[in-house]
């Protein structure tokens, strides 16, 4: 059968139940009249009769009582189906899986997504911290979260957070015997603190720009880490300048644990964005993932 006629088969099922033409036609919001001739059609496309019709009475033919206990059922197990999808959309559950970066998990996913667990326990979080840039179609994640300039232009993406700056610091130990940069250029004169990007190109290059002139410094030193929070505790003990997000770096400057250096080279970032990739394949549980981490200025 054509799969336009589904929707007579949907209005002789309704018919046969009601057993009324006027009740069927107000649960399928349709004319008495169109409901009459849609199952004629549906009568003459089989060629045999499924309703007896009275004019007191409908009930179903030998043949309509078999097309309704045995078709019957599964538009019932359909129906039940789009039921349920309907509830994932109001109560949302299942399990989203996003790769981000340490700083902007313990910074941003994990504050604002917190009330949201809480508010819908069937829903699942699995957040894996990887510098690595993963490839989140090829690695099945279902978002990423990076700076703003590092989302592919493909991808949908949405800010969950303000501009912000990296700054290089140091402790004030680490120049008893040593002059703080004055340029980038002068990073290669220091001990510094690497942090290792796995899948982007190895070491991460220090980033400044001042007056529109941008440079990437390639930096050199005795430590490398896969993580901003060892890259910090480094920078405390005083083997090096380091590389960090500034509201990170921020308490330990105000309390002078550690000295900043090359400020005026320090641009903000476009800030963290989550991304994924379309619109048309994300679920009811990312969409709200999504809703509850969109960055609103204040």
Same mark, same amino acid.
């Given at each position: 059968?054509p799969?336009?006629?589904?929707? !007579?088969?949907?209005?002789?099922?309704?018919?046969a139940?009601?057993?009324?033409?006027?009740?069927?036609?107000a649960?399928?919001?349709?004319?008495?009249s *169109?409901?009459s001739?849609?199952?004629? &059609?549906?009568?003459?496309?089989?060629g045999?009769?499924?309703?007896?019709?009275?004019?007191?009475?409908v009930?179903?033919?030998?043949?309509?009582?078999?097309l309704?206990?045995?078709?019957g059922?599964?538009?019932? #197990?359909?129906?039940?189906?789009? !039921?349920?999808?309907?509830?994932?959309r109001?109560?949302p559950?299942?399990?989203?899986?996003?790769?981000?970066g340490?700083?902007?998990? /313990?910074t941003?996913l994990?504050?604002?997504?917190?009330?949201? @667990?809480?508010?819908?326990?069937? @829903?699942?979080?699995?957040?894996?911290? !990887?510098?690595?840039?993963?490839?989140?179609?090829a690695?099945?994640?279902d978002?990423?979260?990076?700076?703003? /300039?590092?989302?592919?232009?493909?991808?949908v993406?949405?800010?969950?957070?303000?501009?912000?700056?990296?700054?290089?610091?140091a402790?004030?130990?680490?120049?008893?015997?040593?002059q703080?940069?004055?340029?980038?250029? !002068?990073?290669?004169?220091?001990?510094?603190?690497?942090?290792?990007?796995?899948?982007?190109? &190895? @070491?991460? *290059?220090?980033?400044?720009?001042?007056?529109g002139?941008e440079?990437?410094?390639?930096? #050199? &030193?005795?430590?490398?880490?896969?993580?901003?929070?060892?890259?910090?505790?480094?920078?405390?003990?005083?083997? &090096?300048?380091?590389?960090?997000?500034?509201?990170?770096?921020?308490?330990?400057? /105000?309390?002078?644990?550690?000295?900043?250096? @090359?400020?005026?080279?320090?641009?903000?970032?476009?800030?963290y964005?989550?991304?994924?990739?379309?619109?048309?394949?994300?679920?009811?549980?990312?969409?709200?993932v999504v809703?509850?981490?969109?960055?609103k200025?204040?």
């Open positions: 059968m799969r336009e006629n589904l929707n !007579d088969i949907v209005a002789f099922l309704a018919v139940r009601e057993k009324n033409f006027t009740k069927a036609a649960k399928l919001g349709v004319s008495q *169109a409901l001739h849609t199952i004629r &059609g549906l009568e003459a496309r089989l045999l009769r499924l309703l007896t019709r009275t004019t007191r009475s009930a179903p033919t030998e043949a309509g009582q078999q309704l206990t045995s078709v059922p599964h538009f019932e #197990d359909i129906q039940t189906e789009l !039921d349920a999808l309907g509830a994932l109001d109560k559950r299942g399990t989203v899986r996003i790769t981000a340490l700083h902007v998990t /313990e941003i994990w504050p604002k997504l917190q009330p949201l @667990l809480r508010k819908y326990p069937e @829903l699942n979080l699995e957040i894996t911290v !990887d510098y690595g840039l993963a490839n989140i179609v690695d099945r994640y978002a990423g979260v990076r700076l703003g /300039e590092q989302v592919a232009k493909d991808m993406a949405a800010r969950i957070g303000p501009d912000f700056r990296f700054v290089v610091v402790a004030p130990s680490y120049f008893v015997n040593r703080e940069p004055r340029a980038p250029a !002068d990073l290669t004169q220091h001990n510094c603190i690497n942090l290792r990007m796995p899948t982007y190109g &190895g @070491l991460y *290059a220090w980033e400044f720009e001042r007056g002139r440079l990437n410094v390639r930096v #050199d &030193g005795q430590l490398t880490f896969n993580n901003s929070r060892q890259i910090l505790e480094a920078a405390l003990a005083g083997f &090096g300048l380091a590389y960090l997000p500034e509201d990170t770096a921020a308490p330990y400057i /105000e309390r002078r644990r550690l000295v900043q250096a @090359l400020d005026s080279w320090c641009a903000p970032f476009p800030g964005h989550i991304y994924y990739p379309s619109r048309r394949q994300s679920s009811p549980a990312l969409s709200l809703e509850a981490l969109r960055y200025k204040r």
